[in-house]
Each structure stands twice: as structure tokens, then as C-alpha cells.
């Protein structure tokens, strides 16, 4: 009987150990979680900024402007090209960002998959 508590104490010490050593893991995967999550959304608020920036140019330009010769009209054009090629740089960026914030988040999920227990 002294086997089997001893036995079944040292069991109990194990199935601590492993709890414990579970418990922080999930809070370091919770922390990098939460770390990528905020990250995410600063990146996201940060590009919005820059395309709400843009679109202010671009209406302010519009009110302000009367293309009234060929070469105002082509001034314009100019303009309009680089606000785009501006929009499309802010956009591939954050597109780069959200694209390796998903890689990240990926990698995190199997930290949080119940490892499976052997009889």
C-alpha cells in the first residue's frame, strides 16, 4: 500500500509539474497574443491616419483647383497619379504587416491546442 502512495505521489507531482509548466506557456503565448493584437490594431489606426491624410489632400486639391488650361489639367493629373501611387504604398505596407501579424498568429495557435495525453 506504501508503493501505491508513493506511487501516486510522485504521479501527483508530475501532473503539478506539467500543469505548471503548461500555465506558462499559455501566459507567454497570451502575452505575444496581445502583443500582435495591439500591434495589429496601431498598424491598422496608423494606416487609416495616412489614407484619411491623403483623401484631405485630394479633396482640399479638388476645391481649390479650376482647370481652366490644358496644362493646369495635366498639373492635376500629376497629382492624382502620386496621391495614388501614395495610397497603393500605404496600402502594400499595411497589407506586409497584416500579412506577417497572420504568420505570427498562426505559429500562436498551436501553443493553444490541448495537448493530448498518453495512457
Do not use: C, W
Not at 22 to 35: I, S, V
Amino acid at each position: 500500500m506504501a508503493e501505491h502512495v508513493g506511487a501516486s505521489g510522485q504521479a501527483l507531482e508530475t501532473a503539478r509539474s506539467l500543469l505548471a509548466d503548461r500555465d506558462r506557456d499559455l501566459a507567454e503565448a497570451d502575452a505575444q497574443l496581445a502583443d500582435i493584437v495591439s500591434s495589429a490594431h496601431a498598424a491598422a489606426t496608423e494606416a487609416i491616419r495616412k489614407l484619411d491624410a491623403v483623401n484631405a489632400e485630394i479633396e482640399s486639391a479638388v476645391a481649390e483647383r479650376a482647370v481652366s488650361a490644358p496644362s493646369e489639367g495635366r498639373e492635376f493629373a500629376r497629382f492624382l497619379i502620386a496621391k495614388q501611387r501614395e495610397i497603393s504604398d500605404i496600402l502594400t505596407a499595411a497589407r506586409a504587416d497584416a500579412d506577417a501579424k497572420a504568420v505570427v498568429l498562426q505559429e500562436l495557435q498551436g501553443r493553444y491546442q490541448v495537448p493530448s495525453t498518453s495512457q
